[in-house]
């Protein structure tokens, strides 16, 4: 009977360790879950974070307005529900899209905003006379010209470009204050090789001294048509 007892004993305690390593698995999946929903949490309110930055960077060097006033979205309905305990799957995912959408339409209303102000900005330029400007300068202007359109187009904007824009924008700016305007002729003839094509026979010989008098010969290029 001794040795019935000690089995059957034996045969608890083993059903009891069963149970605990049972429930230890089911703690430790659980624990997996809530690390990977927090890290996914976490990476999302990053990216909101930084872009709300990218916003605020954007306000304070051009005085645009923008607004920030969705960057609780999510995060304040998750912090409620997780005051009664550990919030369901189904709180987190509605947390994670909500701050989604809110970083989105963040970016979105940034980029806008950024490149309707840059627009404006690089319209009110006086680029023509850039070919006042002496040979080295007016490389360097050429040169300065091109990076600001290029960031003006930027989809991956960054705080640093915004800072660059502004930098480079007043120092070409000032720059051409101080230079005169380009003579009507040569503005005439840049509008027209902008606009269109000119065979060489449309452009006269005092036409192209013009050009290399105001070293804007390196900005027009000659290529024969196709027979």
Not at 52 to 76: C, E, F, K, M
Not at 144 to 162: K, P
Request: net charge positive; glycine share 6%; aromatic share 2%.
């Amino acid at each position: 009977m001794a040795d019935g007892n000690s089995v059957l004993d034996k045969a608890l305690q083993l059903q009891g360790e069963a149970r605990r390593l049972d429930l230890g698995r089911k703690d430790v999946q659980q624990a997996a879950r809530i690390t990977e929903r927090v890290h996914t949490l976490r990476a999302a309110l990053g990216e909101l974070r930084g872009r709300a930055d990218l916003a605020r960077t954007l306000s304070q060097r051009t005085g645009a307005d923008i607004d920030l006033s969705r960057l609780s979205n999510g995060h304040r309905e998750l912090a409620r529900k997780a005051a009664g305990g550990l919030p369901s799957n189904n709180a987190f995912n509605a947390a994670r899209q909500r701050i989604k959408e809110s970083s989105d339409g963040l970016l979105a209303e940034v980029l806008d905003v950024w490149r309707t102000w840059t627009a404006q900005r690089l319209e009110r330029l006086p680029v023509g006379r850039i070919a006042m400007l002496d040979g080295a300068l007016q490389k360097a202007a050429r040169s300065t010209l091109s990076n600001l359109r290029n960031c003006a187009r930027s989809a991956d904007l960054t705080g640093t470009d915004i800072v660059m824009f502004v930098t480079q924008y007043e120092g070409l700016e000032d720059q051409l204050a101080q230079a005169q305007d380009a003579p009507p002729a040569l503005l005439d003839l840049l509008n027209s090789l902008n606009t269109a094509p000119l065979a060489l026979r449309e452009v006269s010989d005092e036409q192209i001294a013009l050009l290399r008098r105001y070293s804007m010969d390196v900005e027009v290029e000659l290529r024969r048509r196709n027979s």
